[in-house]
């Protein structure tokens, strides 16, 4: 509650005449010229004029009104002769005024004043420059019939602020190599936008295209088959034979067959049919009719998938025929599986052709699956759908299913996802999130795995599963950390049919590895010797093109060749390719031109507490600072801290972290004991231990950078999201005295109120409890559960709390649901913390629409600025 300042607090406030300029520029829109002109020696209001008019001062974030300030009192004969004198105290500053006529000066934005309004300006200017930043999504690289030359096709997305969406194109290139140590791409003059396209997928050959538009409502999607020069084919698939295709990279599954004439592809299964009430109550039948005078009940409620999902309920698999538009539902798939990331099986002569896919089965809900590896799944065989004798229709046909029998192949693996045949067919390649699913934790470290294909293409689920590159547990330094990676290449594949070519963390970097899957030999052929990310984007035959970066340096795309491949000393050289894809403006290159960084190797302050190897290893944080320092002292520092907490912030290109480093901040960017590319030891040593080990490694890695000299000890701020937010609120909480300002995204702060609500509550046990807490999950937490829950949540350390705190939160959010935050914030407030509140009505757990990262970032970067410079 705000009190008014008394006349000591206020010091001389007359109004009287002004002796500047500015006075009669800022009370002139206010009052016509009558009374005002200019040069001024004094001026004179009527009474009614002056009781119209509103003078806001700061004071306390007090705004006074002109009838507080004893105006009456010195008003003569209804007219004052005005001057303005000087406040007393430095704090009490004019800041706006107030009035009801046309052309008064606008009142500030909802938490916007004065103060903060210029920086807004300037950052918000800044901001979108990097925000404008292109991103390449997907490539893909096809021989010219010449076969000498290749045909490049990059599908790219900007941001477009004004529509709120990303704007995606596609931007073709053809590659000559002159020499194997020159390669040079023409690049077309121009990109080509993608309105309304979901996703685009060309055919193995590059002859065709296929681009799907998904509608926002009940209309048909959109199938639309592309040629060289025009749109050969275009078909409306209604609702009434599924719903919108799957384009989302993880249940998604587009796959073009080896003759180009047949898509398999994942859709959702079509609504099941809802009741129907009229006058009479309840109508029997389908309910189909259009009748005014009926209505459409619920029916019952059926669970999704989570965050992201919302309202999809069944992920079902199709095929169409691009001939003639027909589409089938593949039959003999139980209703209880949903499918996914399906590919064609190698086709043999006068046999059935066959489809592998991933099925996930729900033990007794369906839990989140974003970003959680940790739900069983496997690989299934089926038998495809035959369209000889059934052409030029949309309806779907029931075909027999006892000649389709459907198959586990990965019974006795307890995971298998992105599935890839070897091109010659003789075996097929999988990934593997064993780990995640027996230990509890939503991400972990992969596997690798082959099986032996058949050869004549009939399999059974006695299928032997062979490990290619097993769970790495604790490397040696600079020796292989294990696999992590979240997607594989749909052709990754070198011409000698064995070596596969992708992209995982190592450490808080990204690497580009090959990977002999008859030989499991695992080589790093990005360069051993950059701290920068590198990532695969497409293979041109046997050469790799790529794209590296690093939080200082833009996007490049790369050109990898091996020399001497026939020797034993190969080795991978990279050529640099100039590109229009990472356009920025002159200045976003001279700021990052200013900056550098480095990967720390941070020690483990106690390590009587770890129980493995792993656990004991340095962990990281990436440095990011000004190449000069500055004559008063350090640069403000912001720890930043990601979610999870079994993720990894890489060494890449982040344009909101650049941003943050170019307004004055340097970054510690905190890769602490459990995230991913350290071994499975180190991950594996944090749940059961969240609050407490991964606060204490932050912690250790700030006062690392303060020892070494890089920062000033009361010029801290932390940011994070999700757990990062469950980190932040912990640390502001247990070290209150550290931190000058802080920022939280979707952040975890009361575990207790988050088990009933989230989409995920066997996360909550499992990091709260450890692995234990995989078998003690429960949806019914009894008494003592909610109190170690409690116990183990920031929002325990909450009477501590000191630094004023942002909050940026989406209302949509099902992983941590926005009564977290919104229950955190108002306990602050109570207590009389500063704090900041921004909820995106719209969104979902990442915050990932356009205009709703661009405002949150530039309110990050504007609170810290006013709490921490």
């Known amino acids: 509650m705000t009190s008014t300042p008394n006349a000591h607090q206020m010091g001389r406030v007359l109004l009287c005449s002004a002796n500047s300029n500015w006075c009669v520029n800022f009370l002139r829109s206010r009052f016509p010229s009558p009374y005002l002109s ?22 306390s974030d007090t705004i006074i009104p002109s009838r507080l300030l004893g105006a009456e009192k010195l008003i003569s004969d209804q007219r004052i002769n005005c001057k303005l004198a000087e406040a007393r105290k430095k704090n009490f500053k004019p800041l706006a005024m107030e009035g009801s006529k046309a052309g008064s000066v606008k009142e500030l934005p909802l938490g916007i004043d004065v103060t903060t309004e210029e920086e807004y300006t300037l950052q918000s200017k800044l901001l979108k420059e990097f925000t404008s930043i292109s991103s390449i999504d997907k490539a893909w690289i096809f021989k010219s019939d010449s076969g000498i030359n290749s045909q490049a096709l990059f599908s790219i997305s900007q941001a477009n602020l004004l529509a709120n969406k990303r ?19 023409q690049w077309a003059p121009f990109p080509v936008e993608m309105t309304g396209a979901s996703i685009i997928v060309p055919s193995p050959s590059g002859a065709k295209l296929l681009v799907v538009r998904n509608s926002e409502n009940e209309s048909p999607s959109q199938i639309e088959i ?28 587009i796959s073009w067959n080896h003759n180009e004439t047949i898509i398999a592809y994942v859709a959702e299964e079509p609504s099941p049919t809802k009741p129907t009430f009229g006058n009479l109550g309840y109508k029997k039948g389908d309910g189909t009719d259009k009748d005014m005078n009926s209505w459409k009940g619920q029916g019952d409620w059926e669970e999704d998938w989570g965050e992201t999902y919302a309202g999809k309920r069944q992920p079902a698999l199709f095929v169409i025929d691009i001939n003639s538009g027909e589409v089938r539902a593949v039959k003999g798939i139980e209703k209880s599986l949903s499918v996914g990331q399906v590919v064609w099986a190698p086709s043999v002569e006068g046999s059935h052709r066959y489809l592998v896919f991933v099925g996930w089965s729900p033990d007794k809900r369906k839990l989140g699956i974003k970003y959680c590896y940790n739900r069983s799944c496997a690989l299934y065989s089926v038998r495809a759908p035959s369209f000889e004798s059934e052409a030029n229709t949309h309806d779907l046909k029931d075909g027999s299913t006892e000649d389709m029998p459907v198959v586990n192949l990965t019974q006795s693996i307890s995971s298998a996802f992105f599935p890839r045949f070897s091109p010659d067919g003789k075996f097929l390649v999988f990934l593997s999130a064993k780990s995640s699913v027996d230990s509890g934790a939503h991400s972990s470290t992969n596997s690798l795995h082959k099986i032996e294909w058949p050869l004549d293409g009939k399999v059974s689920s006695s299928v032997k599963i062979v490990d290619v590159i097993p769970v790495v547990l604790s490397a040696e330094d600079g020796f292989f950390p294990g696999l992590y990676c979240s997607s594989f290449l749909s052709n990754p594949w070198l011409s000698d049919g064995r070596t596969m070519i992708l992209s995982s963390a190592w450490g808080s970097r990204q690497v580009i590895l090959s990977v002999n899957v008859l030989s499991a030999e695992v080589l790093r052929i990005s360069p051993v010797d950059s701290d920068s990310s590198w990532n695969v984007l497409t ?3 046997d050469n790799v093109v790529a794209v590296s970066s690093s939080p200082v340096d833009i996007p490049e795309v790369k050109y ?22 990472f356009r920025s403006s002159e200045k976003v290159r001279s700021l990052l031109s200013t900056l550098q960084f480095s990967i720390l190797k941070i020690p483990v302050k106690d390590v009587s507490d770890s129980r493995t190897k792993g656990a004991k290893k340095p962990f990281e944080a990436i440095f990011v600072s000004s190449k000069t320092k500055r004559n008063d002292g ?23 972290l650049a941003f943050l480093s170019s307004i004055g901040y340097n970054l510690l960017i905190v890769n602490y004991r459990g995230s991913l590319g350290f071994g499975e030891e180190a991950l594996q040593s944090l749940p059961g231990k969240v609050g407490s080990q991964d606060v204490n490694d932050v912690l250790t890695a700030i006062d690392h950078v303060i020892e070494a000299g890089h920062a000033s000890p009361s010029k801290i701020t932390v940011l994070g999201g999700s757990h990062g937010g469950f980190l932040t609120t912990h640390l502001i909480g247990q070290a209150p005295d550290k931190f000058a300002a802080a920022a939280v995204r979707n952040p975890v702060c009361n575990l207790a109120l988050m088990v009933g609500t989230t989409d995920i509550p066997d996360w909550c046990y499992v990091e709260t409890y450890g692995s234990e807490g995989k078998k003690i999950f429960t949806e019914a937490p009894s008494a003592e559960q909610l109190t170690f829950f409690h116990s183990k949540s920031p929002i325990s350390h909450i009477s501590k709390v000191k630094a004023p705190t942002i909050f940026l939160l989406g209302a949509q959010d099902l992983r941590v649901p926005v009564s977290n935050g919104l229950q955190y914030s108002r306990a602050l407030k109570e207590r009389g913390v500063d704090v900041k509140v921004i909820l995106f009505p719209n969104d979902v757990h990442g915050i990932e629409r356009p205009q709703s990262d661009f405002e949150s970032f530039l309110n990050i970067g504007v609170w810290f600025k006013k709490y921490c410079k």
């Open 226 to 253: 592309w040629g060289p020069s025009q749109l050969e084919k275009e078909f409306h698939v209604p609702q009434s034979i599924h719903g919108s295709i799957y384009t989302d990279g993880w249940f998604e599954g």
């Open 634 to 656: 350090f640069d403000p520092l912001i720890v930043v801290l990601h979610g999870g907490p079994h993720s990894v912030s890489l060494s890449s290109f982040s344009k909101p």
């Open 539 to 541: 293979l041109d035959g």
């Open 167 to 185: 704007r995606k194109f596609i931007l073709s290139g053809q590659i000559s190599k002159e020499s194997n140590a020159s390669v040079n791409f």
């Open 560 to 581: 990898g060749y091996l020399v001497d491949k026939a020797t034993k000393n190969a080795v991978w050289n990279w050529l640099n390719v100039s590109s229009p894809i």
């Open 38 to 59: 200019h040069p001024l020696s004094s001026f004179t209001l009527p009474l009614r004029r002056l009781h119209s008019l509103s003078i806001r001062f700061h004071y």
